[in-house]
């Protein structure tokens, strides 16, 4: 029997926040589409990032480059994913460190739409004060 749309949806969203934590970036590439949108906060940014080499290498900024997170320290652990045909939306904790070592967790709600298996859209939702919060402590 054939795997349902939101059963693939669901092990293709669990496998892009376990590519993100683990900084798969052959995985990553894999699960975006060429044109994909990628948003976040609006008090983080206001624009989204279009393109997959342009998600790619913002991807890696924020993973690996050292600005936002000490490199290689995200963990994404996944609470909850539903799904529902093409769309999934995802509960999670993203933990690590900042550049300075300081500790960061937040809670985060991931909207994302998928088609031919693959990530067409994301909204990513968590609270930025916090963030800041925690790297100001």
């Known amino acids: 029997m054939p ?3 939101a059963i693939a ?3 293709r969203a669990r496998a ?3 590519a993100l934590g683990s900084c798969d970036y052959p995985a990553l590439r894999e699960l975006l589409a060429e044109d994909v949108e990628l948003w976040t906060s609006p008090s983080v940014r206001s624009e989204g990032i279009v393109g ?3 998600a790619l290498e913002r991807l890696e900024r924020v993973l690996s480059g050292g600005s936002v997170f000490a490199p290689g320290s995200l963990e994404c652990r996944v609470l909850d994913v539903i799904a529902e045909g093409d769309e999934t939306a995802s ?3 993203m933990s690590g460190q900042f550049p300075d070592g300081k500790p960061y967790e937040s809670i985060y709600l991931v909207w994302q739409r998928w088609q031919d298996g693959r990530m067409t ?3 990513e939702l968590f609270d930025a004060a ?3 919060q925690q790297r100001e402590a």
């Open 91 to 93: 509960h999670l904790v």
């Open 52 to 54: 997959r080499d342009n």
């Open 16 to 18: 892009w926040f376990s």
């Open 3 to 5: 795997e349902s749309i």
């Open 9 to 11: 949806n669901t092990r």
């Open 121 to 123: 859209y994301q909204l």
């Open 130 to 132: 916090h963030k800041n």
